[in-house]
């Protein structure tokens, strides 16, 4: 069972830019389409970039644009590099393969915007 932790969250002013990262141990990685989520209070989770294995991405609307992501399957790693971020950005973001069967979710990382 692969294992995913991520870091790379904090406390930005809106405008500003994170970069999170995702580390996968534990079995394959690099054949996966590989997603960032994220969960805000009182609300569902959504996903809001998505990657192929060859590296193709596809963006939610709310964060095309402002959002890029990418991999590193030799280093089992995934990225969200966050700009331009806004209030409503705010949320706990996890990363995890797009399947109808998910690994087991690590324990996220808080980004919150806010002056």
């Known amino acids: 069972q692969v294992q995913l932790v991520e870091s790379g969250g904090g406390l930005v002013q809106p405008g500003g830019s994170l970069r999170l990262s995702c580390a996968a141990s534990?079995?394959?990685?690099?054949?996966?389409?590989m997603g960032w989520y994220r969960q805000a209070p009182g609300k569902q989770r959504e996903l809001v970039a998505a990657?192929?294995?060859?590296?193709?991405?596809n963006y939610a609307d709310s964060v095309k644009g402002r959002f890029t992501i990418s991999r590193d399957n030799a280093k089992n790693a995934l990225y969200l590099q966050m700009n331009s971020l806004k209030p409503e950005d705010t949320a706990v973001y996890y990363c995890?393969?797009?399947?109808?069967?998910?690994w087991g979710w690590g324990q996220g990382t808080q980004v919150t915007v806010s002056s």
């Open positions: 990657i192929t294995s060859a590296g193709n991405t």
């Open positions: 995890n393969k797009i399947s109808t069967a998910p």
């Open positions: 534990g079995g394959i990685f690099g054949i996966y389409v």
